[in-house]
């Protein structure tokens, strides 16, 4: 597979959808000037963190919502691996310590699916809500060492849901989730209160609520104050 390194870029993303690349061409840059989230949200892109998109074919796939899911269980296996606790925030988010260290997000075009990571690895300093590996242990690491065994990682855990589909990750996943079991608030409008009771088979995040239990397909949850 192809392996693009960049110094700079606005974001990782664009240069997968505006030039014709084969599948599984991995573009990283050391900074973006537009990174972005889900929901047109910004993403720092600074220095010292890994940024990287690859091109997976939609048509391989039996079922994309699932996606990053599985891509942040592999980043929280590769997390465990290095001696971390991490955990995964529905759908797109892994934790440390209460903190965002990786953002995934998956965008369509055509037959392209286009999947972008962000990682927190080197930064010394970073918005109070996010944190970088770096800040955890004091170690700085190499990145494209972490990136190498982090594509691993995430190339193992597509095969397997290549082949097998959602059903084995659902468990491995609950494990991991934070909120479990708690009282959270899903930003809908209007919000909609509930405890989150786990996974469903596709997925979908299932909230008990005073209406019943309702399956959630996309939206950010937090901790009901
Ligand atoms: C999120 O937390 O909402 C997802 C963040 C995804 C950030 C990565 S960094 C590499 C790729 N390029 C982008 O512009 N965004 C993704």
Not at 72 to 92: H, Q, T
């Amino acid at each position: 597979d192809y392996l693009v390194w960049l110094e700079e870029v606005d974001s990782t993303q664009d240069v997968l959808k505006s030039f014709e690349f084969p599948f599984g061409t991995v573009v990283v840059a050391k900074r973006q000037r537009k990174g972005r989230g889900r929901q047109g949200r910004e993403w720092h892109s600074q220095e010292g963190g890994l940024y990287f998109s690859f091109l997976l074919n939609s048509e391989e796939f039996k079922e994309v919502p699932p996606l990053p899911l599985v891509i942040g269980l592999a980043v929280c296996n590769y997390l465990i691996e290095l001696g971390f606790y991490p955990s995964i925030k529905w759908v797109n988010d892994v934790y440390l310590k209460g903190k965002k260290v990786c953002g995934v997000l998956v965008e369509k075009q055509k037959e392209k699916l286009i999947c972008g990571v962000g990682f927190n690895v080197n930064q010394e300093t970073l918005p109070p809500e996010a944190i970088s590996l770096y800040m955890v242990d004091g170690v700085k690491r190499d990145l494209r060492k972490t990136l190498s065994s982090l594509l691993d990682h995430i190339d193992k855990s597509l095969e397997e849901f290549k082949s097998s589909g959602f059903s084995p990750f659902k468990d491995r996943i609950e494990e991991r989730l934070m909120f479990l079991g708690q009282e959270v608030i899903l930003m809908t409008e209007p919000p909609t209160v509930g405890i989150l009771k786990g996974l469903s088979e596709d997925g979908s995040l299932i909230l008990q609520t005073s209406k019943g239990d309702v399956k959630v397909i996309s939206g950010d949850i937090t901790l009901r104050p």
